[in-house]
């Protein structure tokens, strides 16, 4: 991750942004996790997001990341899975639970960032994953 200075609003955050060549970018603020859309690629070193005014999530957690093929849910950071709140054929929303991960000694609930059916749960209970390791497929 690359740790930027930026001003929202008039005021100063140091922020952890991650690749910017695919969307969403995983950015820390503080602390807290958040999942950026992209407008378009990067452009001369800059990138512009959708919804500037938006600088929190709805739910609380971190938000599973997509890779390439959307219908693969995958995971935020490294850790050990705690609980898997999903199941096969089960419909989701976006916000919704996906599990819960342990990862530097905190519990962080993984979310849905969009809507889906699990096809596939990938992941059990005290598995040990990495990130980017798949989490659900989505039909």
């Known amino acids: 991750m690359k740790q930027l200075?930026?001003?929202?609003?008039?005021?100063?955050?140091?922020v952890d942004v991650g690749d910017v060549y695919?969307?969403?970018?995983?950015?820390?603020?503080?602390?807290?996790?958040?999942?950026?859309?992209?407008?378009?690629?990067?452009?001369?070193?800059?990138?512009?997001?959708?919804?500037?005014?938006?600088?929190?999530?709805?739910?609380?957690?971190?938000?599973?990341?997509?890779?390439?093929?959307?219908?693969?849910?995958?995971?935020?950071?490294?850790?050990?899975?705690?609980?898997?709140?999903?199941?096969?054929?089960?419909v989701l929303e976006a916000g919704d639970e996906i599990c819960q991960l342990e990862s530097m000694k905190m519990e962080q609930s993984v979310r849905m960032a969009t809507g889906g059916t699990v096809k596939n749960v990938k992941i059990k209970k005290d598995q040990s994953v990495d990130a980017g390791t798949p989490l659900i497929e989505l039909q």
């Open 22 to 90: 695919q969307s969403p970018v995983e950015v820390v603020v503080d602390g807290e996790t958040y999942l950026v859309e992209l407008d378009t690629a990067v452009e001369s070193g800059t990138a512009r997001t959708r919804g500037r005014q938006q600088r929190k999530v709805e739910q609380p957690g971190l938000r599973g990341i997509t890779q390439g093929d959307n219908r693969v849910i995958r995971c935020p950071l490294p850790g050990k899975v705690v609980s898997v709140a999903v199941t096969k054929g089960q």
């Open 5 to 14: 200075r930026v001003r929202v609003n008039g005021e100063w955050y140091t």
